[in-house]
């Protein structure tokens, strides 16, 4: 059965609205349509110009999925496309402005959408720089700590950070950025920031990139900080039993609550925002310039 919604002005077909995408708990397509609908608002900052890549599961999150970056040829002609080069040849990809698109990739079961780390009109500039941290194991509260420990050398460094859940299993720490530098200088002063962490914490923190030689400490990746990386959108659900959600915190949420990176899901993602502002509301008047940080980094480098 087939339904069309209007929205934006654009009419939108959702089709088998009632198709099961999470057994374990009966959300439906329509469930999910029905959440980036009303979450759009909040989302919708975070995503506009920026390049998106699809995680869809058309026969739900007990089967494999897949990613799409392309914009297939059955796409309506409103949804906005930017086209790129790529290693013998160029991508189309699409660009989430508007509820109307959020919706459309929801009817296709995108259950997750991975953005791009810098805005269509500024491509080779990246506005977020962003470490990801990722657990050893169940424990969240390593990676709680570490990073608090991150947040502490970024304060050194006069840089202002935000966190958000990313509903799998982790935190991403993000730093908004001017846009003033390159993506190979934005990721070459984060590698820079994990191995001054990761020295001073021996024992709870690792930048190693083998897993078997990780431990149990947390590993601080960075390699996202790269032209056509992605990281999961914020309040985009995951693929995950429970439909987590990635969730902007305020920092005081590490260190008053119990909190884990899938405490908040489509069940419970309301609540929260009926009572609380979007912790991530003002990041983007407060953009950093790298120049000073890197400069500030060096003098920590030389008496490492």
């Not at 899901?265 to 120049?291: C, G, Q, V, Y």
Request: hydrophobic share 35%; proline share 6%; aromatic share 10%.
């Amino acid at each position: 059965m087939t339904d069309v919604i209007t929205v934006d002005g654009h009419d939108i077909e959702i089709t088998n609205k009632d198709k099961v995408l999470f057994p374990q708990d009966g959300i439906t397509k329509g469930d999910l349509i029905e959440y980036y609908q009303g979450v759009s608002r909040v989302m919708l900052p975070y995503m506009k110009g920026r390049p998106v890549t699809m995680h869809r599961f058309p026969d739900g999150i007990d089967e494999e999925g897949f990613y799409q970056q392309e914009v297939g040829e059955y796409f309506p002609d409103w949804i906005k496309r930017l086209t790129l080069p790529k290693e013998g040849g160029q991508v189309t990809h699409l660009i989430c402005d508007n509820t109307a698109t959020i919706i459309y990739m929801a009817n296709l079961a995108c259950i997750t959408p991975h953005v791009w780390l810098s805005r269509e009109d500024k491509i080779d500039y990246p506005d977020m720089l962003i470490f990801d941290l990722d657990p050893a194991g169940d424990d969240f509260l390593p990676v709680r700590q570490a990073a608090l420990y991150l947040r502490k050398l970024l304060d050194e460094l006069d840089l202002k950070p935000f966190v958000k859940t990313t509903g799998s299993r982790g935190l991403h720490i993000v730093i908004p950025l001017d846009r003033s530098t390159t993506f190979d200088e934005v990721r070459a002063f984060a590698q820079d920031a994990a191995d001054i962490l990761a020295s001073r914490y021996p024992e709870e923190i690792t930048n190693e990139q083998r897993k078997d030689r990780r431990g149990n400490r947390v590993f601080i990746d960075t390699l996202r900080n790269s032209y056509g990386q992605t990281a999961v959108a914020p309040y985009a659900v995951r693929a995950k039993a429970g439909a987590p959600i990635a969730t902007p915190l305020d920092w005081d949420e590490l260190t008053g609550k119990k909190i884990n990176s899938q405490s908040y899901n489509m069940k419970n993602i309301f609540r929260r925002l009926s009572k609380k502002t979007d912790p991530w509301k003002s990041m983007w008047h407060e953009a950093s310039n790298l120049t000073g940080a890197i400069a500030k980094l060096d003098k920590l480098k030389k008496n490492w």
